[in-house]
């Protein structure tokens, strides 16, 4: 009986240590009052200044994902990935106004998924295979940058269009406070 025990908090602990493949780094958010208008639309003109500005090797498709449990509610976002990043861009109605963000996160390496099952030292060793060249560092910046971007552009098109006041500097800025560790 304690072997089995054992066995499933052992089953239990990897299937948690694999779930948390990814790891959000930034976000940003802005509810616009008084304006409705559809996710889907919002996304492919997200999608279509990705293309114009020639956005290299980046997929991207509309995803559900729910609020919890079996039961709970579900809602439409674009999942926008390249390389070690992925973008969860939210286009929703909320109330009588209309809220917009992404969420960016950094996915693991599949060896990393690996090795930070390992107890006690898996998380040291992942950090240490961390370092990564300048190169890759600014190309992955280039890359966050550029979808910031497009969703800002995404969402003046439609404020102008609407008549809405757009973003200020202020709120066109991201949360990035988990990026610097």
Not at 150 to 178: F, M, Q, Y
Request: charge should be positive.
């Amino acid at each position: 009986m304690i072997t089995f025990l054992i066995l499933v908090i052992i089953i239990v602990y990897i299937v948690v240590k694999v779930m948390q493949k990814t790891e959000a780094i930034g976000n940003w958010s802005h509810l616009f009052p008084d304006m409705q208008h559809d996710p889907n639309v919002f996304f492919e003109l997200v999608e279509n200044l990705l293309r114009e500005k020639k956005v290299p090797e980046f997929y991207s498709k509309i995803i559900t994902i729910s609020e919890g449990g079996i039961l709970s509610h579900n809602r439409l976002y674009l999942e926008v990935s390249r390389g070690d990043y992925i973008f969860h861009i939210c286009a929703a109605p909320w109330g009588t106004g209309f809220f917009f963000s992404w969420w960016v996160r950094q996915k693991m390496s599949d060896i990393d998924q690996l090795l930070i099952l390992i107890p006690f030292a898996g998380a040291r060793i992942v950090k240490m295979r961390q370092h990564q060249s300048y190169y890759k560092l600014d190309t992955d910046s280039m890359f966050r940058k550029s979808v910031h971007q497009c969703v800002l552009a995404a969402v003046d098109n439609l404020t102008s269009a609407k008549g809405i006041r757009g973003l200020s500097e202020l709120e066109r800025t991201p949360d990035v406070r988990s990026m610097i560790k």
